[in-house]
């Protein structure tokens, strides 16, 4: 069944028509949110979108993002969700790949095919409600794009039957959400985890989520949760060390859950956490290619300083270079199987083939089983760093830095500050010839912000006089990782 029609006969069956859906510029109910997305429908009809066609979302958290997604669902159509904080070019990039019919933004852009997403919700506001396409659990609904192990984006291609699937292992059964619930999740809903958080599990379960465009700091966090009495958090390990460092705990009290993924939980930032708000702290690892998480620790099980076990429907193991399992507590690369397993690479069927070998999914993560049969995780086994839940590839980042006329060569890693939160640092060996004046590092990260997207940007710049390397001259980028050699 078309997964749009699927919910909304769920919010019918559950009477959550008039129930809070989502907490933005005002309240939205589900039967508004639904209603916006059936008369959403008929205006990408109008414009063009068949079945099977695709429709870029380049759009900031709100309702209006939800309502789309469900349209372009009901039509029969595939989203595809893009980060519209990316550079122009980075962007544009996407965009060429992806070949999207339509592509809605938040800004005019003088383009066939483009639209901006208030012209769409305005001419939604007169049109009548269109009938959802059926289809099977197989097609494909939506693609999220990740960066690999070279940085490269790649699209992943997820189909109608995964929501349910993230539902159960996630929202059902380790988060127990109810209709009595209330979200918030730091990550938006472009990446996979902010997804889940924000949209598949408050239309699934009749709960409420709240929804903000921008990225908050610390102190809007603690004021939302306080505003909203929200009950589940879900945030990255940078985000907590800061908010137990910045806020009230007294502004958490309403809080029963509090979720932790895209990068290793500090064992200090979760005891504090814990110690500070009363709740549990739980660790999940997931991935754009699996479209959720799919081992975690549960409020049912709960083991701080490991990733738990299996989520409903996920099966992993744990295999060394030749293919071969390593016994328990041996580390190795970790693969992954489950319900929502992405289809494909869009259009990159070398890069499918790759990662994807007789229904199991390589990670790229290292990890080892616990002889209870917990799951450790160890780190990536490339070179991607992670810095607040968003894989950074820092080859990009030193190619625009590498590129200054006094830089000889540079390293940039995810260093952790005082707090335990992940910061991206990078470490420059200046030309011979160059006097390195206070001035060399602002110019450095103005050529950053020039040229990367915000989150790439390194905080600061340490000139040192040569990066730590192997007998063989590899750069060792878990050296750079300690701040210091």
Same mark, same amino acid.
């Given at each position: 069944?078309?997964?749009? /029609?699927?919910?909304?006969?769920?919010? #019918?069956?559950?009477?959550?028509?008039?129930?809070?859906?989502?907490?933005?510029?005002?309240?939205?109910?589900?039967?508004?949110?639904?209603?916006?997305?059936?008369?959403?429908?008929?205006?990408?009809?109008?414009?063009?979108?068949?079945?099977?066609?695709?429709?870029?979302?380049?759009?900031?958290?709100?309702?209006?993002?939800?309502?789309?997604?469900?349209?372009?669902?009901?039509?029969?159509?595939?989203?595809?969700?893009?980060?519209?904080?990316?550079?122009?070019?980075?962007?544009?990039?996407?965009?060429?790949?992806?070949?999207?019919?339509?592509?809605?933004?938040?800004?005019?852009?003088?383009?066939?095919?483009?639209?901006?997403?208030?012209?769409?919700?305005?001419?939604?506001?007169?049109?009548? /409600?269109?009938?959802?396409?059926?289809?099977?659990?197989?097609?494909?609904?939506?693609?999220?794009?990740?960066?690999?192990?070279?940085?490269?984006?790649?699209?992943?291609?997820?189909?109608?039957?995964?929501?349910?699937?993230?539902?159960?292992?996630?929202?059902?059964?380790?988060?127990?959400?109810?209709?009595?619930?209330?979200?918030?999740?730091?990550?938006?809903?472009?990446?996979?985890?902010?997804?889940?958080?924000?949209?598949?599990?408050?239309?699934?379960?009749?709960?409420?989520?709240?929804?903000?465009?921008?990225?908050?700091?610390?102190?809007?966090?603690?004021?939302?949760?306080?505003?909203?009495?929200?009950?589940?958090?879900?945030?990255?390990?940078?985000?907590?060390?800061?908010?137990?460092?910045?806020?009230?705990?007294?502004?958490?009290?309403?809080?029963?859950?509090?979720?932790?993924?895209?990068?290793?939980?500090?064992?200090?930032?979760?005891?504090?956490?814990?110690?500070?708000?009363?709740?549990?702290?739980?660790?999940?690892?997931?991935?754009?290619?699996?479209?959720?998480?799919?081992?975690?620790?549960?409020?049912?099980?709960?083991?701080?300083?490991?990733?738990?076990?299996?989520?409903?429907?996920?099966?992993? #193991?744990?295999?060394?270079?030749?293919?071969?399992?390593?016994?328990?507590?041996?580390?190795?690369?970790?693969?992954?199987?489950?319900?929502?397993?992405?289809?494909?690479?869009?259009?990159?069927?070398?890069?499918?083939?790759?990662?994807?070998?007789?229904?199991?999914?390589?990670?790229?993560?290292?990890?080892?089983?616990?002889?209870?049969?917990?799951?450790?995780?160890?780190? #990536?086994?490339?070179?991607?760093?992670?810095?607040?839940?968003?894989?950074?590839?820092?080859?990009?980042?030193?190619?625009?830095?590498?590129?200054?006329?006094?830089?000889?060569?540079?390293?940039?890693?995810?260093?952790?500050?005082?707090?335990?939160?992940?910061?991206?640092?990078?470490?420059?060996?200046?030309?011979?010839?160059?006097?390195?004046?206070?001035?060399?590092?602002?110019?450095?990260?103005?050529?950053?912000? #020039?040229?990367?997207?915000?989150?790439?940007?390194?905080?600061?710049?340490?000139?040192?006089?040569?990066?730590?390397?192997?007998?063989?001259?590899?750069?060792?980028?878990?050296?750079?990782?300690?701040?210091?050699?």
């Amino acid at each position: 069944m078309n997964v749009a /029609e699927l919910l909304e006969r769920l919010v #019918r069956r559950h009477g959550w028509q008039a129930a809070p859906a989502y907490h933005a510029e005002r309240t939205w109910t589900h039967g508004e949110i639904h209603s916006l997305a059936a008369r959403c429908t008929e205006v990408l009809r109008g414009r063009g979108l068949r079945p099977g066609g695709r429709v870029a979302l380049v759009l900031r958290d709100g309702p209006a993002l939800v309502a789309l997604f469900l349209a372009v669902a009901r039509a029969g159509g595939v989203a595809v969700l893009l980060n519209p904080y990316l550079r122009e070019a980075e962007r544009d990039r996407l965009l060429h790949g992806a070949v999207p019919d339509l592509v809605v933004a938040e800004e005019p852009v003088d383009r066939p095919g483009w639209s901006t997403v208030d012209a769409l919700v305005a001419a939604a506001e007169r049109a009548p /409600e269109g009938a959802a396409v059926q289809v099977s659990d197989s097609a494909d609904l939506y693609v999220q794009f990740t960066s690999g192990t070279t940085g490269a984006p790649k699209g992943a291609v997820h189909r109608h039957g995964d929501l349910p699937a993230y539902q159960r292992a996630v929202g059902r059964d380790m988060l127990g959400i109810s209709s009595a619930d209330v979200s918030l999740s730091i990550s938006k809903m472009f990446f996979a985890y902010g997804f889940g958080n924000s949209l598949v599990y408050p239309l699934f379960t009749g709960s409420a989520a709240v929804l903000r465009p921008e990225r908050p700091d610390p102190g809007t966090v603690a004021e939302l949760v306080d505003r909203y009495g929200v009950t589940v958090l879900h945030g990255v390990p940078s985000a907590y060390a800061n908010l137990v460092a910045d806020t009230d705990p007294a502004a958490f009290a309403t809080l029963r859950v509090a979720v932790s993924a895209g990068e290793n939980l500090p064992p200090t930032v979760g005891a504090r956490t814990r110690e500070l708000w009363g709740v549990p702290v739980l660790n999940e690892l997931g991935s754009t290619e699996v479209g959720g998480a799919y081992c975690a620790n549960t409020l049912a099980d709960d083991a701080p300083g490991t990733l738990g076990r299996p989520l409903t429907g996920y099966g992993l #193991r744990i295999l060394d270079d030749a293919g071969r399992a390593v016994p328990p507590e041996s580390p190795g690369r970790l693969w992954v199987r489950g319900p929502s397993m992405m289809d494909r690479y869009l259009d990159a069927p070398g890069e499918t083939e790759r990662v994807l070998v007789d229904g199991w999914l390589c990670s790229n993560d290292t990890a080892l089983q616990r002889a209870d049969g917990r799951f450790v995780h160890l780190g #990536r086994a490339d070179d991607m760093e992670l810095v607040g839940g968003i894989n950074v590839s820092p080859h990009e980042v030193e190619a625009v830095l590498g590129g200054h006329p006094a830089v000889r060569e540079i390293v940039v890693a995810a260093v952790l500050d005082e707090r335990g939160a992940s910061r991206l640092r990078a470490f420059a060996v200046p030309r011979a010839d160059v006097v390195r004046h206070a001035g060399l590092e602002n110019e450095l990260l103005d050529l950053a912000r #020039r040229r990367l997207a915000a989150y790439k940007v390194p905080r600061s710049v340490t000139f040192v006089d040569a990066l730590p390397r192997t007998f063989s001259g590899k750069v060792q980028r878990f050296v750079a990782r300690t701040g210091s050699w």
